[in-house]
C-alpha cells in the first residue's frame, strides 16, 4: 500500500527523488540512462530494461548520428490512435520500432514501471509512458516516466486527457537547453506533465547546458 500512496503523492509534486520504492535519486537514474547496456533496433532506436527490487526500468537512449537528427527534425505531427494524440512524427515513428519490441515486456509486467530517456530517448519515454498508460490502465498508479533533456512531443494544446494521462511524466530541463526547447512552441508543440527547471540562467550556452555531464552537475546540485 505503501507504494501506491507514493504514487499517489506523485501527481501533485515533483521532488529531487524520484517517487518509487526504492527513492532513488533522478541523478543516479540519469546516470543508470546514461550507461545502460542497450539493445540496438532498426531505425537507430537504442532501448534497455531491467527489473530490480519488483520495479521495471526501461531505458531509451540518447541520439547517435546523423540518422537520429534526421528523426528528430522530422517536425509534422501525426496521429497515434493507440492513445489518442496528436505526436511529434519522427519521434512517434521511431516509438513504434520501439513498441514492437517492448510489447510482450510491457505486457507481463508486475508492479512498477519506471521510463526514462535522455534527449531522443526523453521523447520515446513520454510516448512509452502514455502507450503503458493506456494498455496496462492497472499499473497507472504505478507508473512513473522521466525525459532528460526531452523535447516537445505533443501537438495541440495542453487538456485534461493529456494532463491526465502524462500526469506522472517529467520533463527535467537544464535551463536553457536547446534541446528542450524544440520544436518550437510556434509550431504546435508542447511538453507534457511536470517541468522540472534545474540550473541557473547564464551558466551554460544552449548547446552545452544539453550535455549529459551538465545535466549531471545541476542534478547534482539541486539535489543538495
Known amino acids: 500500500m505503501s507504494r501506491f500512496?507514493?504514487?499517489l503523492l506523485n501527481l501533485f509534486h515533483c521532488s529531487a527523488y524520484y517517487e518509487s520504492g526504492d527513492d532513488m535519486k533522478l541523478s543516479e537514474l540519469f546516470s543508470r540512462c546514461l550507461n545502460a547496456s542497450y539493445t540496438h533496433l532498426d531505425g537507430g532506436i537504442d532501448v534497455a530494461h531491467t527489473k530490480e527490487n519488483g520495479i521495471l526500468y526501461i531505458y531509451f537512449e540518447d541520439s547517435d548520428g546523423i540518422g537520429d537528427w534526421?528523426?528528430?527534425?522530422d517536425f509534422p505531427a501525426e496521429f497515434y490512435p493507440a492513445v489518442g494524440v496528436y505526436a511529434h512524427r519522427g519521434f512517434l515513428r521511431s516509438w513504434k520500432i520501439a513498441e514492437e519490441y517492448l510489447a510482450g515486456i510491457i505486457s507481463s509486467a508486475r508492479g512498477e514501471i519506471v521510463c526514462?530517456?535522455?534527449?531522443?530517448g526523453g521523447a520515446l519515454a513520454l510516448l512509452c509512458h502514455g502507450y503503458i498508460y493506456q494498455k496496462r490502465p492497472e499499473l497507472r498508479a504505478f507508473l512513473h516516466s522521466y525525459g532528460f533533456g526531452c523535447p516537445r512531443v505533443l501537438w495541440g494544446k495542453k487538456n485534461e486527457k493529456t494532463e491526465k494521462i502524462w500526469g506522472n511524466f517529467t520533463v527535467i530541463r537544464n535551463i536553457n537547453?536547446?534541446?528542450t526547447h524544440l520544436p518550437p512552441k510556434s509550431f504546435g508543440y508542447f511538453h507534457a506533465g511536470t517541468l522540472l527547471e534545474i540550473g541557473k540562467s547564464g551558466t551554460y550556452s544552449a548547446i552545452e547546458a544539453?550535455?549529459?555531464?551538465?545535466?549531471v552537475a545541476e542534478l547534482e546540485?539541486?539535489?543538495?
Open 5 to 7: 500512496f507514493d504514487a
Open 70 to 73: 534526421r528523426i528528430n527534425l
Open 116 to 120: 526514462t530517456g535522455y534527449s531522443h
Open 177 to 179: 537547453d536547446a534541446v
Open 210 to 215: 544539453h550535455k549529459s555531464e551538465n545535466i
Open 221 to 224: 546540485k539541486y539535489e543538495k
